[in-house]
């Protein structure tokens, strides 16, 4: 018997899974515009705040109370700008002096609580010791209070030292280290707690394959667990920068009367007038944006690691 081959009929391709699958991810016209409009409102309802601070920086008239939006005013410069960076306010500090005591409080704050969060976070995680879980549930009570809470405690602790060294003679509760420290008195537990999630997703393989090699514990940690929690920490550490660089009251409350160790924060307040009726709205607007700055070029330096790091546990697998 003789085979006889014959070709397959010419036709159509089959249409694969995944191009079926895409087409059926094809929204209607109707539907995306309706999806493209709300979007665009969800977008001006955020930017128009921003779009309003920016208008006003740029205003010379100084207007007392600011009642209309005007893209760009009449005379529009950046002399307000300029104010704000010759003499910021009526006291003896420079813009520069009072950035430097602000990325004093946040870089400090944010480096410390997360130093000592992912040690914490690691045993917690990883290590089984008696109380174990009576901390775990303390930090989270801790976590739940309002920081506003424990400023007056941690006001009368730490004005009773007073630091002698090398020169130096100040209160610890009136400087710029009393400040650091119950900042991060307030941002730890939320480090611990953040990064014990997270490091409790690493797989413990990893580690085990590592202690077969003749890894220690400490190596294991710093080798295998740190590199892969990179995402958890940049989230942690900006959170940590934002909350020191952002922090008022209890700056007021510790420095405000220290004038040479002011911060961004304390200037930016005290451009208000009493009753806000002498406030220059336009050095204040210019003010603002000039404190947002900082905050905004962290953020697009790390923005790989912090995007990842916020979308750690939405897939699972």
Known sequence: MTAVFRPAPIGKPRRTRANSSRQERTLPLRQQLILQVACLFIALTVLFPIIWVVSMSIDPRNISRPDALTLIPPGAS???????????TSNDISFLGLLANS?????????????????????????????????????????????VATIIPLFIFLNQF????????????????????????????????????????????????AAVDGASQFQIFRKVVLPLSIPAIAVTAFLGFLGGWSEYLTTYMFIG???????????????????????????????????????????FVFQRYLVGGLAVGGVKG
């Not at 009576?134 to 801790?142: F, P, Q, T, Y």
């Not at 650091?180 to 085990?208: C, H």
């Not at 004038?259 to 204040?284: C, H, K, M």
């Open 257 to 299: 009367q220290n004038i040479p160790d002011w911060t961004l924060s304390i200037a930016l307040n005290s451009l208000v007038g009493q009753y806000a009726r002498t406030t220059s709205w336009s050095e204040f607007a210019a003010f603002a944006i000039l404190f947002a700055l900082p905050v905004s070029a962290v953020f």
């Open 103 to 147: 990325l004093k409080i946040a870089v400090g704050s944010s480096v410390v609580s997360v130093g000592l969060g992912v040690l914490a976070a690691y045993a917690f995680s990883r290590l089984r010791f008696r109380g174990r879980e009576a901390m775990m549930i303390g930090i989270l009570g801790v976590l739940m209070l309002p920081s």
């Open 162 to 209: 007073r630091v002698d060294f090398a020169g130096l003679s100040f209160n610890l509760r009136a400087s710029l280290l009393g400040v650091t420290m119950t900042i991060v008195a307030s941002q730890l537990p939320f480090a611990i707690w953040n990064l014990k999630g997270y490091l409790d997703t690493v797989p413990r393989d990893l580690e085990e394959a």
């Open 78 to 88: 950046l002399q307000a700008y300029e104010k704000v960076v010759t003499r910021p």
